[in-house]
């Protein structure tokens, strides 16, 4: 079987003459959410054969509370989302985990409250199926919160995030997360069942509710394999290259089996340095 490619993200821009050419030989591509559905009516038509995932973050809610949104798509997100839904500082800010370029804090927000759940469910999931797509690309959905973000929340000394203005421990916050994710792919696919769901787990994941896993790594075919034991039909994984080197580790180490490497797609990240609504890439 030939190898099958993976891409991230196509971009609003990147619809033009040339998309064919650029384009058509990936199996999977995850596209930026604010694109609006009837552009990607004409990039289902022109595509036929790729599957479109809509990009959505478990947990990042990119929207800028204290300027203009930059994007049509972030102001309706800012205009929506119910701000009482965030994890909150003490100060009463918004949980940003991320920084930018410049050292400052990024316009996203984290929240993995139900009524975050069920905002990004209602505003996500027909939208991406108004627009042909195949499913939905959920970044951030990894079953444990990073190492990173516990220290950041202890450097914080503790967040709220359950909205009842006390400060919430990192192990409490641990907790919560890893019990909120499988709500947020298990409302998604109540919501679309016959949704294409892929995870951006980081490390391996057990949840029957996708279709498969992408990996930031391409050293961890194993966790590939438990994932497929459990995972929605059809299923497959995707593994995230950065790099030349990355590339080749992936296509060595998946080759070694032959039934896994046709369940997972090499994936590539094109213009992936952009900032798409959602998401911590920047
Ligand atoms: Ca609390």
């Not at 049509?72 to 100060?91: D, G, H, I, M, Q």
């Not at 790099?243 to 060595?252: F, G, T, V």
């Amino acid at each position: 079987m030939s190898e099958r490619y993976a891409y991230f993200t196509l971009q609003e821009r990147d619809i033009d003459e040339s998309l064919e050419a650029r384009l058509s030989a990936f199996s999977v591509i995850v596209y930026n959410t604010s694109i609006p559905p009837e552009r990607m009516i004409d990039v289902r038509r022109r595509l036929p054969f790729s599957i479109l995932l809509g990009y959505i973050n478990a947990g990042e809610i990119n929207f800028p509370p204290d300027r203009e949104p930059e994007w049509e798509y972030a102001k309706e997100v800012k205009e929506t989302f119910p701000a009482r839904a965030l994890w909150k500082k003490l100060n009463g800010y918004g949980v940003s985990f991320y920084t930018g370029p410049d050292g400052r804090a990024t316009t996203s927000h984290y929240s993995l409250t139900p009524e975050a759940i069920r905002w990004q469910v209602e505003r996500s999931v027909e939208r991406i199926r108004s627009g042909g797509a195949s499913g939905v690309y959920v970044d951030d959905l990894s079953s444990y919160l990073p190492p990173f973000r516990i220290r950041q929340i202890e450097a914080w000394g503790g967040i709220d995030a359950n909205g009842d203005g006390v400060a919430d421990t990192a192990h409490e916050i641990a907790a919560f997360y890893t019990d909120a994710n499988p709500v947020l792919s298990w409302a998604i696919r109540k919501a679309w069942p016959e949704a294409i769901i892929i995870g951006n787990s980081g490390v391996g994941r057990i949840d029957h509710a996708l279709n498969g896993i992408s990996l930031e790594s391409a050293f961890a075919a194993a966790k590939y394999r438990a994932s497929f034991d459990f995972a929605h039909s059809p299923t497959f994984g995707i593994a995230w290259c950065e790099n030349p080197i990355e590339l080749a580790s992936a296509r060595a180490v998946l080759g070694i089996s032959s039934d896994l490497k046709e369940r997972v797609l090499i994936g590539q990240y094109g213009n992936g340095m952009e900032i798409v609504p959602g998401s911590n890439r920047a």
